[in-house]
């Protein structure tokens, strides 16, 4: 054999083998409830880490990069973006997943699509849409991200959509409303029962909430819109923050701010990893199923969360209500309302790609039949403002309403 020769493994390893550490309440790949398409099982990787690939190929998922997380994408090049926060949000998952011996592929691909149907200007933008929306059925951004990976994303030849595992669909739908969820069948149960999802959809879900608070107390940091000063009322903050003094006393600003992020991340990892395992030992789950049947079992203990709740109150009342995040959010509004009443007035300004989809009229009297047509345009609508990243969303709307572009 030449040096350039590289052996082929004598076998390939199995789900089963790759998954054999994992504790007997996580979910297995090997167990999964199925894809809606029937497909031949993967090779050299399991089924929720061929779901991870299809994630980071999709289209939606290289869309946020230009996707808002606090502020637009055109303020500066150092702010998190969608795409920035979906990965942070994977590596906290990852870790706690980790050392509760749960799956930590599962964990990652649906840390990584839980924001694929976001709207473009963050919450902003989801809200405008929603108005718009309200006589179709609402808007609901996690209800987006299924149509995403179920039916827009176009790669494979035998189906829409990715055709993902049943418990990454259902780690996607973090929230639904009982009137969505009696239409989505075994996927939308939980909803109605008041049952949960795995351990894994549970934990990206927390890691959500625990990278966009401290990463956006950086962003706001950056930005000048809160200042340390007023950071410093928040105790999570202030422990963290002089801990961090103490420690390195010769540090300041931007090194500073990083070791405090850093040690409050830290610290919240640790709380949710203990917190979870009490949880655990206390409930003894034996199965995925008595996983679902159980409460919540991953959470902070009392302390951290009070704390935690503490920091996200004062991002919403200083940073998330700051008045020039308001201002930017208005016309984030005023954007996308305007691209709606105008592709609704003539849809015949759609892209092509869009027109082609749009329902058949029909001569008809039925005034069900004119409502369910005005319905289904309306969310092909709503589907194509949804996947606009902020700046095509600008760019859209300057095409259509100023008038030396094209």
């Known amino acids: 054999m030449s040096?350039?020769?590289?052996?082929?493994?004598?076998?390939?390893?199995?789900?089963?083998?790759?998954?054999?550490?994992?504790?007997?309440?996580?979910?297995?790949?090997?167990?999964?409830?199925?894809?809606?398409?029937?497909?031949?099982?993967?090779?050299?990787?399991?089924?929720?880490?061929?779901?991870?690939?299809?994630?980071?190929?999709?289209?939606?998922?290289?869309?946020?990069?230009?996707?808002?997380?606090v502020f637009v994408n055109h303020e500066g090049d150092l702010f998190r973006t969608r795409l920035t926060h979906s990965l942070e949000v994977a590596q906290i998952a990852r870790s706690v997943a980790r050392n509760l011996r749960l799956n930590e592929d599962l964990v990652e691909a649906i840390s990584l699509a839980h924001d694929l149907g976001h709207t473009p200007f963050g919450h902003a933008g989801q809200d405008a849409l929603h108005e718009c929306m309200r006589e179709h059925g609402g808007f609901e951004h996690n209800l987006q991200n299924l149509f995403v990976v179920d039916q827009l994303e176009e790669h494979y030849g035998a189906f829409d959509g990715l055709n993902l595992c049943f418990e990454m669909r259902e780690g996607i739908l973090k929230h639904c409303s009982r009137e969505n969820a009696r239409k989505l069948g075994d996927l939308g149960e939980r909803f109605l029962t008041g049952k949960q999802p795995s351990l894994e959809a549970q934990i990206a879900n927390v890691a959500d909430e625990i990278a966009y608070n401290n990463h956006d107390v950086d962003d706001g940091l950056r930005s000048g819109l809160i200042t340390l000063e007023q950071l410093s009322e928040v105790g999570l903050w202030h422990s963290h923050h002089e801990a961090a003094r103490a420690e390195y006393p010769?540090?300041?600003?931007?090194?500073?701010?990083?070791?405090?992020?850093?040690?409050?991340?830290?610290?919240?990892?640790?709380?949710?990893?203990?917190?979870?395992?009490?949880?655990?030992?206390?409930?003894?789950?034996?199965?995925?199923?008595?996983?679902?049947?159980?409460?919540?079992?991953?959470?902070?203990?009392?302390?951290?969360?009070?704390?935690?709740?503490?920091?996200?109150?004062?991002?919403?009342?200083n940073l998330y209500r700051h008045y020039r995040v308001m201002r930017m959010a208005n016309k984030a509004k005023r954007v996308v309302a305007g691209l709606f009443d105008a592709f609704t007035e003539d849809p015949r300004l759609l892209p092509p790609a869009y027109q082609v989809r749009l329902p058949v009229a029909e001569e008809s009297a039925n005034d069900a039949v004119t409502s369910t047509q005005d319905s289904s345009q309306a969310r092909l609508i709503a589907h194509y403002i949804a996947g606009m990243t902020d700046r095509y969303a600008l760019k859209e709307y300057q095409r259509l309403f100023v008038i030396d572009n094209n």
């Open 3 to 69: 040096d350039t020769e590289i052996p082929l493994p004598l076998s390939v390893p199995s789900s089963l083998d790759l998954e054999a550490h994992l504790a007997p309440y996580a979910a297995h790949s090997a167990q999964s409830r199925g894809r809606r398409f029937h497909e031949a099982p993967p090779a050299a990787r399991t089924e929720f880490q061929r779901d991870r690939d299809r994630i980071v190929h999709s289209t939606a998922f290289r869309r946020l990069e230009y996707k808002t997380q």
């Open 250 to 317: 010769n540090i300041e600003g931007r090194r500073l701010i990083h070791e405090t992020v850093r040690r409050i991340i830290n610290t919240l990892i640790v709380d949710l990893i203990e917190g979870t395992q009490r949880n655990l030992v206390r409930v003894a789950p034996q199965s995925l199923d008595d996983v679902r049947n159980a409460p919540p079992l991953v959470a902070h203990s009392d302390e951290v969360a009070v704390q935690a709740a503490q920091l996200k109150r004062f991002l919403f009342k």
